[in-house]
C-alpha cells in the first residue's frame, strides 16, 4: 500500500477512534447526569456536558440549596418567626383550632346558669350537642419597635349548639367572643432542652354578650412564653384579670374557678397531633381547673378527624363555675400549630 494512503488511512482511524472515545465518554456523561435525583443539579450537570463552564459545582450547590424548601417549625410557621416564614401584614391565619363537633356529650349539662337576683329554672338541655370554634389572625404591624418585634390581632369565636333539642327549638345555648390583640417578641435561648423562640405580651377580651343574669365577660393582660422542640412545643401563658366596677362585674369570682394562666404542650407525629391544656387555680384549698385533650389525623386531603375530650371547669363561659365531663367527636381545618 501506498505509504501515503495508509498514513490517511491511520489517520481516519485514529479519528474514528477518537470519535468513538468522545461518544463513550459523552454518552457515560449524560447517564451520569440522568441518574442525579436532584432537578438543580441534574439540569447543572446537562450545562456542563453542553459547554457551559460557569455552572460550576459550587453553582450547581447553590442551585439546589435555593431549590430544596428550608425547614421551618411549628412555632415558627405559627408566628413568623423566622425569614422564611414571613408572609407580611394583613393576612388571615388560623390562631387557635377550627374545628365543628357535629357530637359532643356532656355527662352534666349546665341546666342553672343564671345568677343574681333571677329564680333558677331548668332550661332542659340535652347532654348531647354540637360545638363550632372559628379563630383567626393577622398580623397588624411588621416589626413595631425593631425586626424582632409584631404586632398581631385575632378573633376566637366558640359556639355550643342544641342541635338536637327540639323542645327548645334547637337553638344556640351559648356562644363566646374572645378579640385580642399580641405583641410578639421574638427570642432565641435554651433552657431544659428546649428553645424559646417567643414572647407574646397580649391584651384579651372574653364575653358570651347574653342578657343580665346570664352575661359573663372579662378582660386580662397576659403574657406567653413559648418553648420547641423538634415536634414538640409548649406554651406557658399565666395572666392577670383587669379589675371591674363590682357592681358591673358579672363573673367576681371567676379566678376562682379558671385561674391566674395555662399551659399547652402540642406533639406532631406523622399524621397525627395531639395536645393537652390544662388550667388550676393553685390553690391548696378549693382547688380547681381544667384539663383539656385533642387529638387530629388526617382525613381526606385537607380535612381532619378531630376528637375533644374535657374535664372540669369552664368549657364555655356560662359554665365557669360548672363542673362536666364531655367528648366530642368531628372535623378540623386547623390544631393548635
Same mark, same amino acid.
Given at each position: ?102 357530637? !359532643?356529650?356532656?355527662?352534666?349539662? @349546665? ?25 383567626? !389572625? ?61 414572647? @407574646? ?81 393553685? !390553690? ?24 375533644? &375530650?374535657?374535664?372540669? &371547669? ?24
Amino acid at each position: 500500500m501506498n505509504p501515503d494512503k495508509r498514513r490517511v488511512s491511520g489517520t481516519v482511524v485514529l479519528l474514528m477512534w477518537g470519535s468513538l472515545q468522545a461518544y463513550a465518554t459523552q454518552a457515560a456523561n449524560l447517564e451520569t447526569c440522568s441518574a442525579i435525583r436532584q432537578d438543580a443539579q441534574r439540569l447543572a450537570c446537562y450545562d456542563l456536558l453542553a459547554g457551559r463552564p460557569e455552572e460550576t459545582p459550587r453553582a450547581m450547590e447553590q442551585q439546589q440549596a435555593a431549590a430544596e424548601p428550608v425547614a421551618v417549625s411549628a412555632l415558627s410557621r405559627h408566628w413568623e418567626l423566622d425569614n422564611e416564614a414571613k408572609q407580611g401584614s394583613f393576612l388571615l391565619k388560623p390562631h387557635h383550632p377550627n374545628f365543628f363537633l357535629p357530637v !359532643k356529650y356532656s355527662d352534666s349539662p @349546665n341546666n342553672t346558669p343564671l345568677q343574681g337576683s333571677l329564680l333558677q329554672s331548668d332550661q332542659g338541655l340535652d347532654p348531647v350537642e354540637a360545638k363550632l370554634q372559628l379563630s383567626f !389572625k393577622a398580623k397588624a404591624v411588621e416589626g413595631v419597635f425593631n425586626d424582632n418585634v409584631d404586632l398581631w390581632v385575632g378573633f376566637t369565636g366558640t359556639s355550643y349548639w342544641q342541635a338536637y333539642n327540639s323542645s327548645i327549638s334547637a337553638s344556640f345555648r351559648e356562644t363566646n367572643y374572645e378579640p385580642e390583640a399580641m405583641l410578639v417578641f421574638r427570642t432565641d435561648y435554651n433552657i431544659a432542652g428546649l428553645r424559646g423562640r417567643f414572647v @407574646n405580651l397580649g391584651l384579651v377580651h372574653q364575653s358570651n354578650g347574653r342578657p343580665e343574669g346570664l352575661s359573663r365577660s372579662w378582660n386580662r393582660v397576659y403574657a406567653q412564653f413559648g418553648f420547641e422542640r423538634g415536634n414538640f412545643a409548649l406554651l406557658v401563658r399565666p395572666w392577670v384579670r383587669i379589675p371591674e366596677d363590682a357592681a358591673d362585674d358579672d363573673n367576681p369570682d371567676i379566678e376562682d374557678y379558671l385561674g391566674n394562666g395555662d399551659l399547652l404542650a402540642t406533639y406532631r407525629n406523622g399524621g397525627n397531633a395531639y395536645s393537652i391544656l390544662l388550667r388550676n387555680n393553685l !390553690k391548696s384549698s378549693s382547688n380547681r381547673g381544667a384539663v383539656q385533650v385533642d387529638w387530629s389525623f388526617l382525613l381526606n386531603g385537607r380535612l381532619r378527624g378531630y376528637v375533644q &375530650y374535657f374535664n372540669g &371547669y369552664g368549657e364555655s363561659l356560662i359554665d365557669y363555675n360548672h363542673s362536666q365531663q364531655s367528648l366530642g367527636i368531628g372535623v378540623s381545618r386547623t390544631d393548635w400549630m
